[in-house]
């Protein structure tokens, strides 16, 4: 079936949790090649995007809206005007593939959600999103589980590593250096970024700088 994907995006200043790796222009092009993939995989599931975005920005294969409130503002200010089942996926979860949006859109239940690592939430679809309300930040996996609750929803937790893997921080960038497919892994490894391979967990370095980050 044909769903509508809302993509919140930030394309100016995004990812300000990886300026330890990278600086504002390297962090908005990752953040507009992670977008990339994330469309991408959404179009190849049958499904089509909009991106709500927080600043001025052109796609082609994407509806823009322009809101410059907050996230939650924004996307509360979205799912009223939903008529139909709807999918909110982040742009920062560029290991995600159309098999995983297509096995999240056939729930049975009233709303399927992917966890974030770390608390958050990566993608929630719902059957009634006008009855819903997003509250990303801290913990809003909990919080949007309360919600859907307080909704009377019935509720499927997806379990899937590509989709609950968003990219953070810098740890982050190895199951991206590792997994990935697209053009967000084709950039860093443009920029020089490779696994770190020494004792303990793999970590990233970025070889044009000659350091273990
Ligand atoms: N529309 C909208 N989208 C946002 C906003 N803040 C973040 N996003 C998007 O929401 C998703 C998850 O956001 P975060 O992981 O917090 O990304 P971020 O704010 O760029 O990253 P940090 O600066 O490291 O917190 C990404 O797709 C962002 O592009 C916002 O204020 N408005
Ligand atoms: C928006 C926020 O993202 P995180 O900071 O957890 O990546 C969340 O998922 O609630």
Redesign the pocket.
């Known amino acids: 079936m044909y769903f509508h994907a809302l993509i ?1 995006f930030k394309p100016v200043n995004p990812k300000t ?1 990886l300026s330890c790796v990278l600086d504002q222009e390297e962090r908005e092009a990752f953040a507009r090649c992670m977008l990339d993939d994330v469309i991408g995989a959404v179009l190849k599931s049958g499904c089509s995007a909009t991106l709500l975005c927080t600043d001025p920005f052109e796609h082609e294969d994407a509806l823009i809206a322009v809101r410059r409130e907050p ?1 939650n503002d924004a996307i509360n200010w979205a799912l009223p005007q939903f008529h139909c089942p709807a999918l909110i996926i ?1 742009a ?1 979860i560029p290991l995600v593939r159309a098999g995983d949006i297509q096995r999240l859109v056939s729930t049975a239940k009233d709303m399927a959600i992917v966890p ?7 993608a929630i679809f719902l059957k009634k999103p006008r009855c819903f309300r997003a ?7 909990l919080d949007h589980m309360r919600i859907a609750e307080e909704c009377g929803f019935s509720v499927e937790v997806i379990d899937s590593y590509r989709m609950s893997t ?1 990219m ?1 921080e810098k740890e982050d960038l190895v199951e991206l250096l590792i997994h990935g497919r697209g053009k967000s892994r084709e950039f860093l490894e443009r920029l020089g970024f490779a696994l770190s391979i020494e004792k303990g967990r793999v970590g990233v370095k970025r070889r044009s700088h000659e350091e273990t980050l």
């Open positions: 919140p949790r996230l982040m920062d974030g690592r770390g608390g958050g939430t990566n509250d990303y930040y801290g913990a809003s996996f968003d953070d």
